[in-house]
């Protein structure tokens, strides 16, 4: 199973331990906002309580390969905020070691 799926598969479910069971140990995530790196602990404190709250519309795999993945999406936040999210991850032992994204505020409705 590639990565997308696997992943895609847990985030929808609200399955925080599967979903980080794609991201390698040593994963640097960067953050569009503000530029910090969060750890895999820190993605499942921070990430994981929002699996459940955040709307996600027209996921889809860009491209990926055992090199990258590159997603997008429409994000719905807890507190009504839009955003389209690109997602960038790129792999290594098969796993996502370091993540970024971008982000466009946008009005869906």
């Given at each position: 199973m590639n990565i997308f799926k696997k992943f895609n598969e847990a985030?929808?479910?609200?399955?925080?331990?599967?979903?980080?069971?794609?991201?390698?140990?040593?994963?640097q995530m960067i953050m569009h906002?503000?530029?910090?790196?969060?750890?895999?602990n820190e993605w499942i404190e921070r990430v994981g309580p929002?699996?459940?709250?955040?709307k996600r519309d027209k996921v889809r795999c860009i491209f990926e390969n055992e090199h990258i993945?590159?997603?997008?999406?429409?994000?719905?936040?807890?507190?009504?905020s839009q955003d389209a999210i690109m997602w960038v991850g790129l792999k290594k032992d098969?796993?996502?070691?370091?993540?970024?994204?971008g982000s466009t505020p946008i009005n869906l409705t």
């Amino acid at each position: 199973m590639n990565i997308f799926k696997k992943f895609n598969e847990a985030f929808n479910s609200g399955d925080v331990e599967k979903a980080a069971e794609c991201f390698h140990e040593d994963i640097q995530m960067i953050m569009h906002s503000d530029g910090s790196v969060m750890s895999k602990n820190e993605w499942i404190e921070r990430v994981g309580p929002m699996m459940g709250k955040l709307k996600r519309d027209k996921v889809r795999c860009i491209f990926e390969n055992e090199h990258i993945l590159v997603t997008h999406f429409f994000g719905t936040f807890p507190n009504g905020s839009q955003d389209a999210i690109m997602w960038v991850g790129l792999k290594k032992d098969g796993l996502i070691y370091r993540v970024e994204t971008g982000s466009t505020p946008i009005n869906l409705t």
